[in-house]
Structures are given as structure tokens and as C-alpha cells.
């Protein structure tokens, strides 16, 4: 059996000047000036890891599901930590932990 070679395509350099200008548009940015709400069940996990109520069973290991009353709620977990709402330690160890934003969007709501 021969062995595979590989040729490399070399392209053409295309000169500067041929190349279309993309520039930004001038139309302002559609980003939110105002966060969006929490989904129901999002709000209740939120809830609930400030009250402490979301736990994770460790003999799973590094695998171990968020767990809220017997149901895994590790998606709305996750979606909470990258929204800016709870922090997670980086050991996986321990409660979640709600941030400025959390409290906020919790005391906002009562």
C-alpha cells in the first residue's frame, strides 16, 4: 500500500483593491436596552437556589445533575449562570450562588 500525500492548493493572491468593503450599518444596534424575561421555570429555579432547595447528588461525580424536588433542572441552571444570574464555584462543590442580578430579579418580582 503507498502512503497518502497531501498536496497543498496554492491561490493566487488576490490584490488588495479587488476586494469588497464591508462597512457597518447605520441602522442603530437591535440589542435589548432591557433584559428579558425569565421564562416560568427559570424564575422558579431561581427561586428555589435562593432558598436553597437545588442540590446535586455528588456520587454521580462531575456528572451529578442539578436536582429540584426529585426532577434534574441542570438546562435551567446552566441558562441562569449564563445569563449573569447565579454563579457556579468551578469546583462543581457546593450551592449555586445568585448574583446582584438574582437578587434583583427576585425582589423585583415579590
Known amino acids: 500500500m503507498t502512503p497518502l500525500r497531501l498536496r497543498w492548493h ?3 493572491a488576490v490584490p488588495v483593491g479587488t476586494l469588497p468593503v464591508v462597512r457597518p450599518s447605520p441602522q442603530p444596534s437591535r440589542a ?3 433584559p428579558r424575561q425569565l ?3 427559570h424564575l422558579l429555579v431561581l ?3 435562593s432558598e436553597g432547595r437545588v442540590t446535586r447528588d455528588l456520587t454521580y461525580g462531575d ?4 436536582m429540584l ?3 434534574a433542572v441542570s438546562w435551567s441552571v446552566t441558562v441562569l449562570a449564563a445569563h449573569g444570574y447565579i454563579v457556579l464555584k468551578n469546583t462543581g462543590v457546593g450551592p449555586a450562588l445568585l448574583t446582584t442580578r438574582g437578587e434583583t430579579t427576585l ?3 415579590n
Open 39 to 41: 421564562a416560568p421555570q
Open 10 to 12: 496554492h491561490h493566487p
Open 107 to 109: 425582589n423585583g418580582r
Open 63 to 66: 456528572l451529578a445533575p442539578w
Open 32 to 34: 435589548r436596552s432591557t
Open 47 to 49: 427561586r428555589a437556589i
Open 69 to 71: 424536588d426529585g426532577r
